[in-house]
């Protein structure tokens, strides 16, 4: 945990004092670190940089390999596309459509263009 973490002296720091980033490597290092069966990934790859963030989807890659389930929630649409085989797409709390991750993604960007469109053309209709 600690080597992966790379927080060094840090480690001896207490929690409340660090910043998003290092609680962020704090925590993915902790959760796969063990030998889980489910392991649940909430934007943690939103938080970092970069390097720690490609070795940290290195290790999903590899805990991938081993079968294991492994759900990721995520706004971020390429670590979808590179990391998921299948995308439920979930909206005010309900499964809106599931399928092939790039099929979603590109779903789901054109629903949020139509959907910016809309308001963009409220507000000119509500300024006139």
Known sequence: IAEFSELGDFLNVPVRNYSAGMMMRLAFSIATAADPEVLLVDEVLAVGDLAFVEKAKAR??????????MVIV???LATITSMCTHVIW??????HAEGEPQAMVERYTAAMKAQAEARKAQMAQKAA
């Open 60 to 69: 999903m890659r590899s805990l991938m390999s081993s079968a294991r389930l």
């Open 90 to 95: 979930m909206k005010q709390g309900r499964i």
């Open 74 to 76: 995520a706004h971020d």
